[in-house]
């Protein structure tokens, strides 16, 4: 399992009511924070004659801003739901005047070629959208593209416009190959495609024609406008529950069919429509601040088998906001400031993973601690009950039944609470929300988009903890910057010394760790069977050896073997006899309880498994360093190896989150 701030592996409805914007909130007690909507609108096209006609390029602007209105006017009817998803606990950390601050946004994403992206981006700006723009080269390099002093002049004002421009390192001999990464880029960062486009192959890398087919297998809804037919909008859209297409180039009437504005309506609604299982996600909202954990078992149990010393953060945990910036702070301090990517995650990702991932520790220590405490004492309840065998008077074994009482009582409530509150539940997908968005912090300056799936991508539906997460992926805009050689290390080191090396050295004393507690425990289990044994053994031995027969016990009495029990009881001399058939009777029967608890124990937690599992990823993540520190990088290369290094942690959270999604808590019978 990967880290989180604490030591855990110790440690189809298309209604507006679906549609739920927040308002993103950071206070000093930590609080989690709902999503406001911010819409990316994504553009690729023809750039001139004559596959884009001027006499074409009015139409194709009147259309474009009938769909920009739509979208707009689509999402601010979203807004007036909000309050169906959000608890009124949740709602009470947001105040008119919080709300007002965070309206609904726009964003057009483009390359600000010549036609297409162009028409696209000043329609946007006149409809009130901001402009990212993704250039396939440094803009000195990229204005050669425009020998029309007019479309130069263009050019400049959109970029002097921009609220960022994300400068790619195409080389000038690869062009097609640049146009093709600046399209990828822009696919990563925007929810749905307007495609000017007349829907012929395409005749090189880096076409039009390869940026929708990529569009659609990503799941990326695609309005096509044929340059020659403006009007005849078509719409590649997969709903949710579809199943998106294996290969990019599917044949267009496969994909296409005809739309209008109400169809743009519709679409916007399934971006931003709530998950069907929406009990989660109000739950989550209502989450404040944990200061203190009094569930200290799973930390006792490390303790008792030698593996760690308890720490005071088992009990105390640690603010959560602060905590999380003090770990943030050398990511900080390597990757590149720039005016609109690095505030966002300063003040969106950086509060929201704090949350997720304080809320994730919690419930693990809670969820660990109750299974180690359910076992643990369910053990100790058949030990008193055993010691019962020892007391023969009513007067003193009634304390005995009573402290058994207690402790059966206490199992019961925990485990009633536990399941009431959904400790387990809680604890896989808080920590698999902060997973996700702790590896957005090194995907997003690269302009990727992040280990989530989009909505409509899943065929089962997306889950609440995938949505919210690309809904906070959709807050942060591209980097205001240039990828040169210095961008390029700076981003390596980040990944390797502030990622790689912490999750590689986490998952070496993790799998150690685990190891070596797996092993002792299960030692000390096979003691205990081998002593229950024993102790069979030797009362086997005594009894071959007539040191039981009642004669041994009473050489003067002439009690013999047909003596009643009364008769024993009554003429019994010397109750040290039965004192040692007593003890032996609670000695074979004490030990295997507490082997089969310590097994329990083992198995709920699979410690063996995890130990392996994480000694794999160390091994990878070592691999992918090596390379990342090795290999002359570019641009292209450094996306891809962080996109790997993303994948096998997420790997590693999948693998941890299959064996225990399948282990909620239970009862020790």
Not at 25 to 33: M, N, T
Request: charged content about 20%; proline content about 6%.
């Amino acid at each position: 399992m990967l880290k989180g701030t604490h030591d855990e592996a110790e440690g189809q409805a298309h209604t507006a009511s679906r549609c739920r914007p927040k308002a993103l909130i950071v206070s000093a007690d930590l609080i989690p924070a709902a999503p406001r909507i911010r819409l990316r609108i994504g553009v690729s096209g023809h750039r001139v004659p004559p596959k884009l006609p001027n006499e074409s390029v009015l139409p194709l602007r009147a259309v474009v801003d009938s769909i920009l209105a739509a979208i707009v006017e689509t999402t601010h009817a979203c807004e007036n739901d909000f309050d169906g998803v959000q608890s009124e606990s949740a709602k009470n950390n947001f105040n008119s005047e919080s709300n007002s601050r965070f309206k609904s946004e726009f964003a057009i994403v483009s390359a600000l070629a010549e036609g297409s992206d162009r028409i696209v981006a000043e329609a946007g700006l006149a409809a009130g959208y901001t402009l990212e723009a993704v250039l396939p080269f440094a803009r000195a390099e990229y204005a050669r593209d425009f020998a029309a002093p007019e479309s130069l002049a263009a050019f400049q004002q959109l970029l002097e416009t921009a609220a960022a421009v994300f400068e790619l390192d195409g080389a000038v001999d690869e062009r097609t190959r640049a146009y093709q990464a600046a399209g990828f880029v822009m696919l990563a960062n925007i929810d749905l495609l307007i495609a000017i486009w007349d829907g012929e192959d395409a005749a090189g890398e880096g076409g039009t024609a390869q940026t929708v087919s990529r569009a659609i297998t990503d799941g990326i809804p695609v309005i096509r406008l044929d340059p020659k037919a403006p009007r005849a909008m078509e719409i590649s859209w997969s709903q949710p529950g579809d199943l998106l297409p294996a290969h990019a180039y599917m044949q267009q009437p496969h994909t296409f069919r005809p739309a209008d504005e109400a169809t743009v309506g519709l679409v916007i609604q399934d971006i931003l429509s709530v998950p069907d299982e929406t009990e989660s996600l109000p739950i989550y909202l209502a989450e404040k601040e944990r200061h203190w954990n009094f569930c200290l078992w799973y930390p006792l149990l490390l303790f008792l088998f030698g593996v760690r010393l308890p720490r005071l953060t088992d009990l105390r945990l640690p603010p959560a906001l602060a905590d999380t910036q003090q770990q943030w702070q050398s990511y900080f301090d390597i990757v590149p400031k720039d005016r609109a990517q690095r505030p966002s995650i300063e003040t969106i990702l950086l509060p929201a993973y704090s949350a997720a991932d304080h809320l994730g520790v919690f419930y693990s220590l809670v969820y660990r601690g109750t299974y180690v405490f359910s076992f643990s004492f369910a053990a100790i309840a058949v030990m008193l009950a055993l010691f019962g065998v020892l007391l023969h008077e009513p007067d003193e074994k009634i304390y005995v039944v009573i402290v058994e009482f207690v402790i059966i009582c206490s199992i019961l409530i925990t485990w009633r609470v536990g399941i009431q509150h959904q400790w387990h539940r809680r604890w896989l997908e808080y920590r698999r929300l902060a997973e996700c968005l702790r590896h957005m912090r090194i995907l997003a300056p690269l302009g990727t988009e992040g280990p989530i799936n989009r909505p409509g991508v899943d065929v089962d539906g997306q889950d609440w903890v995938s949505w919210y997460a690309w809904s906070l992926r959709r807050l942060i805009p591209l980097p205001d910057s240039v990828v040169d050689h210095g961008y390029i290390d700076k981003i390596r080191k980040a990944v390797c010394t502030v990622e790689i090396a912490g999750q590689t050295d986490y998952h070496i004393t993790n799998a150690g760790r685990l190891a070596k507690l797996e092993t002792r425990m299960h030692i000390t289990g096979q003691v205990l069977f081998a002593l229950t044994g024993l102790l069979c053994f030797i009362f086997f031995g005594l009894y071959l050896a007539n040191y039981f027969h009642l004669a041994n016990f009473f050489p003067d009495s002439g009690i013999s073997h047909d003596d009643t029990a009364e008769c024993i009881l009554r003429r019994c001399q010397d109750p040290g006899r039965y004192f040692f058939l007593d003890l032996f009777t609670f000695l074979t029967a004490l030990l295997p309880t507490l082997g089969a608890a310590l097994g329990a124990i083992g198995a709920q937690g699979d410690f063996r498994t995890r130990s392996e599992q994480s000694e794999r990823t160390a091994t990878r993540l070592e691999a992918i360093n090596q390379a990342l520190t090795d290999e002359p990088l570019d641009f292209a290369r450094l996306a891809d190896r962080v996109q790997k290094t993303s994948d096998i942690m997420m790997a590693d959270l999948e693998e941890w989150q299959t064996v225990f999604r399948t282990r909620p808590l239970s009862l020790p019978a």
